[in-house]
């Protein structure tokens, strides 16, 4: 008897301490949620907010997926047969894809879903942003993972909105830089030997020159020229002037410095063939001629004209930006070309000249047109991102390519910062003679 009542109260009293103990555990993790979250975010994630966000995603799924249009109605057969068999039994559900397993990241969740006949994965890309409404989190993307199944990633929250900035040491690869953070948390590169030519978009203050600087501070250090043309009356580019071979601070003097770094390629050019090399990259170590970086910052004010004499410069101009973008990878030339407005009303040449540059980034944009301009022909949903870019996000961008788009964000360096590092390496200025005009 005795053994048989002990045994019942310690089985009462067993799950009820359990019970409180957890209550406990709850309760202290619910109030100390605010602080954890600012401090270990990741900790807070895992341990509040990915639990929550798993059991919205398993609540919701169904009537999401049907509210998507993701649902597939059974056989027709099937529906004839439950009517007669099951009289007045409700018609059976249309079918949804299997939520797969939840599996959380340290910024968000991904799961994979098997894809039903008849489905393909753009069904899914379409319905993403719903997803992201319906389990409240800052966005879905879904990509093909393999033939028949889609993987759905979430990320909780915007991860640019403070992105943590893995600092560049030492002068790293050549022409490599870190010049900020991907949406995933991994680091931003512009490598210029992977994608030599760049076209950099976006509206007044939405961060054009501050990507620029990142990439001058990353630059400086290595064993490149660097040279600037700045329309804008070298307000811009004129605080890296020590670090630079050449800057051009007006159309005319922009004209002669863009035929002088054509002149420059062709001879680079006689030189690899001279040597039966395809690119300078397969000369000699000793031999190989220095890589340039061309910076030019607000391109419409080489295309804007308002004189039939200005609109020639603004010809040359564009013929030998094309050209060097034509010719330039492959011998060393690599531009950087940056502008708020690039729009067809600037010309042919503009045209011409973004479908060489195959890197483009995207910021905040003005009008719809630039944005088109610079990600339309490359990837439709990369121009939706763009356009959501509002201004307090300064620094963000859309990076498109050849190989998709994603979101980034530059490092915050600031024009002092630049203008230090510029000063700091103003030793390495290589001296390219060719470049150095007199004055017609
Ligand atoms: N990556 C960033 N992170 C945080 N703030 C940023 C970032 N980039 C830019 N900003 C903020 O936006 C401001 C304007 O940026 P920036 O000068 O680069 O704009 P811009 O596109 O070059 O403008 P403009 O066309 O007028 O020259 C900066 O002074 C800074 O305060
Ligand atoms: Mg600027």
Redesign the pocket.
């Known amino acids: 008897m005795t053994v048989a009542s002990s045994t019942t109260s310690a089985s009462v009293i067993g799950p009820s301490w359990a019970l409180v103990v957890a209550a406990v555990l709850v309760s202290g993790l619910l109030l100390a949620g605010p602080a954890l979250r600012r401090r270990y975010p990741v900790a807070w994630w895992l341990l509040l907010g990915f639990p929550a966000v798993a059991f919205r995603v398993i609540h919701t799924w169904r009537p999401l997926m049907a509210g998507c249009g993701l649902a597939v109605s059974r056989r027709p057969a099937l529906t004839v047969v439950s009517g007669l068999v099951g009289k007045g039994a409700p018609p059976p559900q249309p079918r949804v894809p299997r939520c797969g397993l939840i599996r959380p990241t340290s910024r968000g969740f991904v799961l994979l879903v098997r894809l039903l006949p008849g489905q393909v994965p753009e069904d899914f890309v379409k319905a993403a942003p719903a997803m992201a409404e319906g389990w409240q989190v800052h966005a879905v993307r879904a990509t093909s993972w393999k033939p028949g199944i889609v993987r759905v990633v979430a990320s909780a929250a915007d991860p640019l909105a403070a992105p943590r900035v893995p600092k560049q040491r030492g002068p790293g690869h050549l022409l490599r830089v870190t010049v900020?953070v991907l949406e995933t948390g991994a680091a931003w590169v512009l490598d210029l030997r992977r994608v030599p030519h760049w076209l950099i978009v976006?509206a007044?203050?939405?961060?054009?020159?501050?990507?620029i600087n990142a990439l001058v501070a990353g630059l400086a250090p290595q064993p490149v020229a660097l040279v600037g043309i700045d329309c804008k009356g070298g307000m811009?580019l004129s605080l890296y002037e020590p670090r630079l071979s050449a800057l051009a601070t007006n159309r005319e003097q922009a004209v002669r410095l863009l035929a002088a770094l054509v002149g420059m390629t062709l001879d680079r050019m006689t030189v690899c063939r001279t040597a039966r090399v395809r690119n300078i990259w397969g000369l000699p170590d000793e031999e190989r001629p220095v890589p340039v970086v061309v910076i030019v910052d607000e391109i419409a004010e080489l295309f804007l004209v308002a004189s039939r004499n200005e609109k020639d410069e603004a010809q040359a101009a564009g013929t030998a930006l094309i050209r060097l973008a034509q010719l330039g990878a492959a011998l060393g030339v690599f531009l950087v070309v940056a502008g708020?407005r690039v729009g067809s009303d600037l010309g042919p040449g503009v045209t011409a000249l973004r479908a060489q540059l195959g890197g483009r980034v995207c910021?905040r944009v003005a009008d719809p047109g630039t944005a088109e301009m610079a990600l339309g022909d490359l990837n439709p949903d990369a121009l939706k991102a763009a356009q959501a870019i509002t201004p307090e996000q300064?620094?963000t961008a859309v990076l498109a390519s050849g190989d998709g788009w994603e979101r980034a964000?530059?490092?915050?360096i600031t024009e002092s910062e630049a203008e230090a590092v510029a000063a700091e390496y103003a030793h390495l200025t290589p001296v390219l003679s060719e470049l150095h005009l007199e004055a017609p």
């Open positions: 900020g976006g007044t203050r939405s961060g054009k020159s501050t990507l811009e708020q910021h300064a620094g964000r530059s490092h915050l």
